[in-house]
């Protein structure tokens, strides 16, 4: 069970981590494509003010996540 739980741990780090990276991703295209004219009036109705502050609440749940699974497994620095 246990082995269970630290693999459903694993994947729902990394998970995150890669969403994370995605929409961050995403949205530096999306700030860099609007300052192009042609793609301007197809970028600037689309708002990504709400991914900035998704990723910040992501990467903490990650710290949380990735601390209890460090500590759990001997690998944490503390």
Avoid at 40 to 67: H, N, R, S, T
Wanted: charged share 15%; glycine share 8%; with cysteine.
């Amino acid at each position: 069970m246990l082995r269970f739980l630290d693999r459903l741990e694993e994947i729902l780090i990394s998970s995150l981590m890669a969403a994370a990276t995605l929409i961050i991703f995403i949205a530096v295209m999306h700030r860099y494509g609007t300052g192009i004219p042609f793609l301007y009036p197809l970028l600037y109705p689309i708002d990504l003010g709400w991914a900035q502050e998704v990723c910040i609440y992501m990467f903490v749940w990650m710290a949380k996540f990735g601390a209890a699974y460090g500590v759990r497994t001997g690998i944490h620095v503390g």
